[in-house]
């Protein structure tokens, strides 16, 4: 009698013992889907993966090794039954190894370390609850990782790094990995948890799940595994022309004819502008979401004049509800939203006290659409810019909240995808095609529901430039290719101040070549905002427009404006590139070549689409720089028409004017004609 106990499928097998159900399926082509649950069966869940395309599968069972082989990737289970002498009786385990093409280790599981009785599937239970949930995998030498979404630091290799599961303001969980070994993988779990990518092991834990999912594909290039992964969790749609300019911006225009006069004066000026932007607290309370009256008397209108001038506007939705609001105890009867599981049920003290939608109720999401269709969407605004997605808690208690789909810990981080989804299906149900929304969150999948994500309230700081540059690249990676900053940075900024004003050029030039150059910030110093009774109402900050720093960063600034509108035809090329193929449009330099080693450790330089290595100034007082030029193309440097062969490192002249710019192989050749007609101007 066979001591194996494999069931084969047409997809896949599946390994049953000692109370665990193993399953690993084909899910796409050069792609598993491995699931395992305790003493249950494996559930269907549509986190984030799609229903796959048939591909063709070869699995067999031989005794006590089955192979599931699927295109490049190859799963090898080993199945054994022995008496374990400590516990005095029989038990039974399975291991998974996986493979590539050649038969070289992908990635393998850890191993039981001999008398050490390691497991590298564990399940430890939650009273009256489900499991946390682990997977460890034996440490690839030598290989390189990236992705995991948007995390404050400016490491690009992650490996020896350890990442916290969980959404903050600034933090975007995205939980897939690529490595330079040749695969990607994915926890498919939206809950709390954690993920380490040690010298000695990696590790994934989930704090509640009800079984472990995760997906794992190969490929031959990053390009390969990156587009596997967008076929499995979803494509981005086209980005809308309105996307591809400039985006205007600041906390806050707090009432009608301020926001026409910016964009007037940007008409006058001859600058181009494609967005603007109403930000928060332009309703009366928080969860209103309709303008308040007496600051924005006539919000079609205004939407009219904008179209006329050839911009779109934009509105602030939060997904918060104010305990004074005019919905909020309609909402509370109806449980459309979260709830804490203990203490008071206040979410949130900014600008009062205030509470969570329940974006993973279906009702919650259609309810919210309902009321941001009759007083935007039916007004002619169709671009939403949904903040605090994370969701933002007063305190990130991750396990006191409570939602339609589970426990916080189970499921928050599907939380900024589900935001996210609400306003794309009732855009799209509208009428509305090419939807895109700014979210200051995203989870995976979240990019297939338009999500434009920025990188949250990051200080005014040359730290925390440099990290926006990593945090676009591994978000690029981690299938969210739509990614912007707020230019300048969020806090602290001000106008006054020279040191400001470097700052800010420099990030204005980075952007420029960013998949949405946005200009956004609460700026100082800080101006008071009451009603025409005297009552108070949320701050603005200073000035934001580019005229507001002096006559001569606004040369610079309005130049790359200009750039921007230069740069359109190949911008869109590049989003189409994003939305078809699942490519990055801000890619590492390892993307495009990764046959070259020291492309896979350079964080801070990067492509901009195939063809424009861009390299950003990225320390204060800096005039010069070092830029690495790929080996296998011809590199013609935008300031100065010199054309270079790659496979070097040279130094580029960078004066406060100048970001450092390559094209590829003589591509876009207009491109070289508009930089350099905009730096001869200079």
Known sequence: MSSTSFESLADGVVWRGDGETLMVQAWGPDSLRVRATRAGAVVETGFALLEPAPTPVEVTVDGDVATVRNGRITAVLRARRFLDVALGYEVGRCTVEYLDAAGATLLKELDAGGSLRLKARTFTPIIGGDHKVAAAFEPNPGEKLYGMGQYQQDILDLKGSTFELAHRNSQASVPFVLSSAGYGFFWHNPAIGRATFAANRTEWVAESAVQLDYWITAGDTPAQITAAYADATGHAPMMPEYGLGYWQCKLRYWNQEQLLEVAREHKRRGLPMDVIVADFFHWPKMGDYRFEEEFWPDPAAMVAELADLGIELMVSVWPQVSLESENFSDFKRRNLLVNAERGIDVHMGFEGPSVFLDTTNPETRAAVWDLCRANYHDLGIKVFWLDEAEPEYGVY????????????????????????????????????????????????????????????????????????????????????????????????????????????????????????????????????????????????????????????????LARYVHLREDLRDYSRSVMRAAHEAGQPVMRAMFHEFPDDPACWDLADQYMYGPDLLVAPVLEPGVTSREVHLPAGAAWTELATGRVLDGGRRVTAEAPIDVIPVFLRDGAQPGLVTAFGADAGAR
């Open 397 to 556: 208690d991750f396990d006191n909240y409570r939602y339609h789909l589970g426990s916080n810990l189970q499921v928050g981080n599907l939380y900024p995808q589900a935001y996210a989804r609400a306003f794309y299906e009732g855009q799209v149900a509208a009428g509305q095609e090419g939807v895109v929304n700014l979210l200051r969150c995203a989870w995976a999948g979240s990019q297939r529901y338009g999500a434009l994500v920025w990188s949250g309230d990051i200080h005014s700081s040359w730290t925390d430039l440099r990290r926006q540059l990593t945090a676009g690249l591994h978000m690029g990676v981690a299938g969210i290719p739509w990614f912007t900053t707020d230019i300048g940075g969020f806090h602290d900024g001000d106008i006054t101040d020279p040191a400001f004003h470097e700052l800010l050029v420099r990030w204005f030039q980075f952007g420029a070549f960013c998949p949405v150059m946005r200009m956004h910030g609460d700026r100082k110093p800080t101006e008071r905002v009451a009603a025409a009774d005297g009552s108070r109402r949320a701050d603005s900050g200073a000035d934001n427009e580019l005229w507001s720093f002096g006559e001569d960063v606004y040369r610079i």
